[in-house]
């Protein structure tokens, strides 16, 4: 039924999916399992045709998923659906800019459309993203993360905010 053969993904100079083949032969329920960044979503976009291959073979029922292009692709895209991790983060700014997005309610409209940010604030960012190691991230854009390490700057982004601890008893 699925037969995936030396599926592979490279961004740049990370091979996100690396070599992966395995056949599932009939219905079943299959759960794909790794630490975050593994390559989990991507071998899924690769098989539902949101991102293409870089090598390798994608088969269902015989047919070559990889080759479909147009209104093939979308039409195996309607029959392949997906949930997507969503966090909400600014696909194309880097991760700290995200972080630093939390508190704009706090800034002028001048300080944030010339991307001033008090030093402060900066060092803050870090350092809560070290907290959630995820501090090696921080200069990449948001579009480059997984989804768990998606999450991680969202999570970061919310902590920025200093929110109000709850009180005791609600
Ligand atoms: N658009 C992209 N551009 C550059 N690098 C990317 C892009 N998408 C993913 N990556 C990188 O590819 C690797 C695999 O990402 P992927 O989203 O497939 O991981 P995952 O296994 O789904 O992780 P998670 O459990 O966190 O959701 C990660 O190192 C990630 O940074
Ligand atoms: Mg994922």
Redesign the pocket.
């Known amino acids: 039924m699925l037969n995936i053969s030396g599926a592979t993904?490279i961004?740049?100079q990370?091979a996100?999916?690396n070599n992966v083949s395995f056949t599932i032969d009939g219905p079943a329920f299959v759960g794909i399992i790794?630490?975050?960044?593994?390559?989990?979503?991507?071998?899924?976009?690769m098989m539902n045709c949101l991102?293409p291959a870089t090598a390798g073979q994608i088969r269902v029922d015989g047919r070559d998923i990889l080759s479909l292009s147009g209104a093939k692709s979308r039409a195996w895209q309607s029959q392949c659906a997906m949930i997507f991790?969503q966090f909400n983060l600014v696909p194309r700014m880097d991760v700290v800019s995200n972080v630093l997005h939390g508190i704009l309610n706090r800034r002028s409209t001048v300080q944030t459309i010339f991307g001033l940010w008090p030093r402060a604030h900066i060092v803050r960012a870090l350092s809560i993203l070290d907290r959630l190691r995820i501090d090696e991230?921080a200069p990449?854009?948001a579009?480059?993360?997984?989804?768990?390490?998606?999450?991680r700057v969202a999570i970061v982004r919310a902590l920025m905010q200093d929110p109000r601890a709850p009180h005791p008893g609600g």
């Open positions: 993904k961004f740049g990370t996100a999916v790794g630490r975050p960044g593994a390559g989990k979503s991507t071998l899924l976009r991102t991790q991230q990449k854009r579009e480059a993360l997984s989804g768990g390490q998606q999450q």
